[in-house]
């Protein structure tokens, strides 16, 4: 079992940068690949970014390539989600998830375990 709870989303203007910590109980972190997607106001969640166990494999989504970064601390049981040049359609609450495959995927439906979301909003 693990339990997952997002922080750090708030207001921020365009081109500037927020990093989003999601925090993780349970024994077995270590064992989850992990992914962080988003819901838009009036639209489907989708798919941001994944990375294995090791962190050796990472996914991100065309939409955000060049300017997210995903990471983890195994030590710290937290996986992080770094957004840089923020545009105004990123504007969405974005959730952690974990799945106890070995690396992490597009897919909602492969997660077992979902974060509340933290709500972001980019100003132009």
């Known amino acids: 079992q693990v339990q997952l709870e997002e922080s750090g989303g708030g207001f921020v203007q365009a081109r500037c940068s927020l990093s989003v910590p999601c925090a993780a109980s349970?024994?077995?972190?270590?064992?989850?690949?992990m992914g962080w997607f988003r819901r838009a106001n009036g639209k489907e969640r989708e798919f941001v970014a994944a990375?294995?166990?090791?962190?050796?494999?990472?996914y991100y989504a065309d939409s955000v390539k060049g300017r997210f970064s995903i990471s983890r601390d195994n030590a710290r049981n937290t996986v992080y989600l770094q957004m840089n040049n923020l545009k105004p359609e990123d504007t969405a609450v974005y959730y952690c998830?974990?799945?106890?495959?070995?690396?992490?995927?597009?897919?909602?439906?492969?997660?077992?375990?979902w974060g509340q979301g933290t709500q972001v909003t980019v100003s132009s």
């Open positions: 349970g024994p077995t972190f270590r064992a989850c690949a």
């Open positions: 990375m294995s166990r090791s962190g050796g494999t990472i």
């Open positions: 998830a974990a799945t106890g495959a070995v690396i992490g995927t597009p897919k909602k439906s492969e997660y077992d375990y």
